[in-house]
């Protein structure tokens, strides 16, 4: 079953604990993305990556990491969470997203106290 | 600033009628249109997607609408069924391949 993969689904850490949330895709997608959800302000863009070991910046970076060695792999890393981290996070890909939009994983909801 | 905006957090409509739900946004730079759904529990998924240089896209019973003009789009769903109930997003992007989400439109179809 073509599907995007993250892990784990649900979460809760202490301010400061580095944690990786895992992320990865079986359908070859050249596209992979990070976005957090939260009330009143919809998704938004964490990071994004268009190719292996090609990632950019989306409009809320600060505090994350990605890396992307694998095209099926991109994971999030928090080096040093804080409790305005707080959100549910969707990992997704895409073969090309302007026209194909992004296949979204299930989420991780990360609560940091 | 959000450049992608939903300006009505919920819709109510009957089984059987139309739904318009509506987006708006404020860069000229937007290139592609995208509206996906979202149930609970679940990450979004893609209904449809519009270029700029269509004015409309159907498929099935949902149709986008695009009026560069007004930097406005609307999805219709006709006819509304129960199963349509999620939150519904639009997205919009353009050349550098990020997606601008609005913030949702909660729509609830009662039978």
């Known amino acids: 079953e073509a599907q995007v993969t993250q892990n784990p689904r649900y979460l809760i850490t202490v301010t400061g604990k580095k944690l990786t949330v895992t992320c990865s895709q079986n359908?070859?997608?050249?596209?992979m993305s990070w976005y957090r959800q939260d009330p009143g302000l919809g998704l938004r863009q964490i990071y994004y990556?268009?190719?292996?070991?090609?990632?950019d910046k989306g409009d809320v970076p600060e505090g994350y990491k990605v890396s992307r060695k694998e095209k099926r792999n991109f994971p999030l890393i928090l080096e040093s969470p804080s409790p305005n981290q707080t959100s549910l996070y969707f990992c997704?890909?895409?073969?090309?997203?302007?026209?194909?939009?992004?296949?979204f994983g299930s989420g991780t909801r990360l609560t940091v106290v | 600033d959000q450049q992608v905006k939903q300006n009505s957090p919920s819709l109510s409509v009957q089984e059987g009628r139309i739904s318009i739900l509506n987006c708006d946004y404020t860069?000229?730079?937007?290139?592609?249109f995208l509206w996906y759904k979202k149930y609970p529990a679940e990450g979004p998924t893609f209904l449809i997607s519009i270029s700029s240089i269509k004015d409309k896209n159907e498929d099935g019973r949902f149709t986008v609408f695009l009026n560069k003009s007004a930097k406005h789009l609307s999805l219709h769903i006709v006819p509304s069924q129960p199963g349509d109930s999620a939150v519904y997003f639009c997205?919009?992007?353009?050349?550098?391949?990020?997606?601008?989400f609005g913030s949702g439109t909660r729509l609830l179809v009662r039978p």
């Open positions: 997205a919009a992007t353009d050349s550098s391949y990020k997606l601008i």
């Open positions: 990556s268009m190719n292996v070991e090609v990632t």
């Open positions: 997704a890909s895409s073969p090309q997203a302007r026209v194909y939009g992004y296949t």
């Open positions: 860069n000229s730079m937007f290139d592609y």
């Open positions: 359908m070859n997608h050249e596209y």
